[in-house]
């Protein structure tokens, strides 16, 4: 099948462009990154931008059209894991499907799901349903194919987990095996904030607010939000600050020159650290932090609604995941309700 591709437009070229730019342009913050194509934008008005020939193909366009979604979504603020995430789930597609993107169907894509998901669990499986979705979603609204056959696919149904928390007695044992000054400020502050991992890797002390025990940090998707804190985590917090080396602004350093800002992986191995020290027989880690603080507030009778604002959750029914009420509790209000 021959598909003739029409010129590419003048946003196409500004797309490459900041494509081709792609070292520098990580060093920029997303108004910087904006700025920049505003920039583009100004010197192209004037100009009319064609391809220097019509090109008639049938080889597979995908990894082209891949650049110019990953770098229009970078510029949406999609956060930098999820786009690494659709980048590798694209490039399995478009090694497994070689066909020009506009001669694609619905079939050819429950084709490629059948063989490529046969031994992956439902969450994965629907991960590389929503790539495809985004992808040809992005392709049909910027005029690259005719029609989105994504549309047709279905989510798999995936099986309810329930989230097991820390006891009180496996958390307070947790904490009692921090030793450094550093590891208990982490401990804390990652249990009281109720935080993820990205916002513990990219908190600012001048982003702080020490008087109402609140931070702005950079969460997922990229968007700005609120996080709070105990007093006892603010005060470890403070005590590691005085006591640690280094003078980034970064609230957690690495502990060696040049004193960096401690990364994911980072952090991760300090909580297993602390988790191996103190011979718990349970699997600790971040989310597990985050999970045993949604349990924690449930159970002291706190709203969902509120719940769900000091997570971070957009939805409601994202929190009641996280949020495991005890028997205790039910026993309790059900008692008193009658």
């Given at each position: 099948?021959?598909i003739v591709?029409?010129?590419?437009?003048?946003?196409?070229?500004?797309?490459k462009?900041v494509?081709?730019?792609?070292?520098?342009?990580?060093?920029l913050?997303?108004?910087?990154?904006?700025?920049?194509?505003?920039?583009?934008?100004?010197?192209?008005?004037k100009?009319?931008?064609?391809?220097?020939?019509?090109?008639?193909?049938?080889?597979n366009?995908?990894?082209?059209?891949?650049?110019i979604?990953?770098?229009?979504?970078?510029?949406?603020g999609l956060a930098?894991?999820?786009?690494?995430?659709y980048?590798r789930?694209?490039?399995?597609f478009?090694?497994m499907?070689?066909k020009?993107?506009?001669?694609?169907d619905?079939?050819d894509?429950?084709m490629?799901?059948?063989?490529?998901?046969?031994?992956?669990?439902p969450?994965?499986?629907?991960q590389?349903?929503?790539?495809?979705?985004?992808?040809?979603g992005?392709?049909s609204?910027e005029g690259?194919?005719?029609?989105d056959?994504?549309?047709?696919?279905k989510?798999t149904?995936?099986?309810v987990e329930?989230?097991?928390p820390?006891?009180?007695?496996?958390?307070?044992?947790?904490r009692e095996s921090?030793?450094?000054?550093?590891?208990?400020?982490?401990v804390?502050?990652i249990?009281?904030?109720g935080?993820?991992l990205?916002?513990?890797v990219?908190?600012?002390?001048s982003?702080?607010?020490?008087l109402?025990?609140?931070?702005?940090?950079?969460?997922?998707g990229?968007?700005?939000r609120?996080?709070?804190?105990?007093?006892?985590a603010?005060?470890?917090?403070?005590?590691?600050?005085?006591s640690r080396?280094g003078?980034?602004?970064?609230l957690?350093?690495t502990s060696?020159?040049?004193?960096?800002?401690?990364?994911d992986?980072s952090?991760?191995?300090?909580i297993?650290?602390?988790?191996?020290?103190?011979?718990l027989k349970v699997?600790i880690?971040?989310?597990?932090?985050?999970?045993?603080?949604?349990?924690?507030l449930?159970?002291s009778?706190v709203?969902?609604?509120i719940?769900?604002?000091i997570l971070?959750h957009?939805?409601?029914?994202?929190?009641m995941?996280?949020?495991?009420?005890s028997?205790e509790?039910i026993?309790?209000?059900?008692?008193?309700a009658?």
């Amino acid at each position: 099948m021959l598909i003739v591709y029409e010129s590419n437009s003048k946003n196409e070229v500004i797309v490459k462009i900041v494509g081709k730019l792609s070292l520098e342009f990580e060093q920029l913050d997303h108004a910087g990154q904006l700025k920049v194509r505003s920039i583009l934008e100004e010197v192209l008005y004037k100009y009319d931008v064609t391809a220097q020939c019509t090109a008639i193909t049938t080889n597979n366009d995908t990894e082209e059209k891949l650049q110019i979604y990953l770098v229009c979504k970078k510029l949406d603020g999609l956060a930098t894991k999820t786009l690494k995430s659709y980048e590798r789930n694209l490039i399995t597609f478009s090694s497994m499907l070689r066909k020009p993107l506009a001669s694609i169907d619905s079939m050819d894509l429950r084709m490629f799901l059948s063989q490529r998901c046969a031994k992956l669990k439902p969450n994965s499986t629907n991960q590389q349903i929503y790539t495809l979705k985004s992808f040809f979603g992005f392709l049909s609204d910027e005029g690259y194919i005719p029609s989105d056959p994504s549309k047709k696919l279905k989510l798999t149904k995936e099986p309810v987990e329930l989230r097991q928390p820390l006891t009180p007695e496996e958390m307070e044992i947790f904490r009692e095996s921090a030793i450094s000054d550093r590891e208990k400020a982490l401990v804390e502050f990652i249990y009281s904030s109720g935080c993820r991992l990205g916002d513990a890797v990219t908190i600012n002390v001048s982003n702080i607010n020490w008087l109402e025990r609140t931070a702005v940090v950079v969460g997922k998707g990229s968007k700005q939000r609120v996080i709070y804190f105990s007093i006892k985590a603010k005060i470890l917090m403070q005590k590691y600050l005085v006591s640690r080396k280094g003078e980034g602004d970064a609230l957690f350093l690495t502990s060696k020159f040049p004193f960096n800002r401690l990364g994911d992986r980072s952090i991760e191995r300090e909580i297993k650290n602390i988790a191996k020290r103190s011979g718990l027989k349970v699997n600790i880690f971040v989310h597990k932090l985050r999970h045993t603080r949604a349990s924690d507030l449930s159970n002291s009778g706190v709203e969902l609604s509120i719940i769900s604002k000091i997570l971070g959750h957009e939805q409601i029914s994202t929190t009641m995941i996280y949020a495991k009420v005890s028997k205790e509790n039910i026993i309790h209000e059900f008692n008193k309700a009658s």
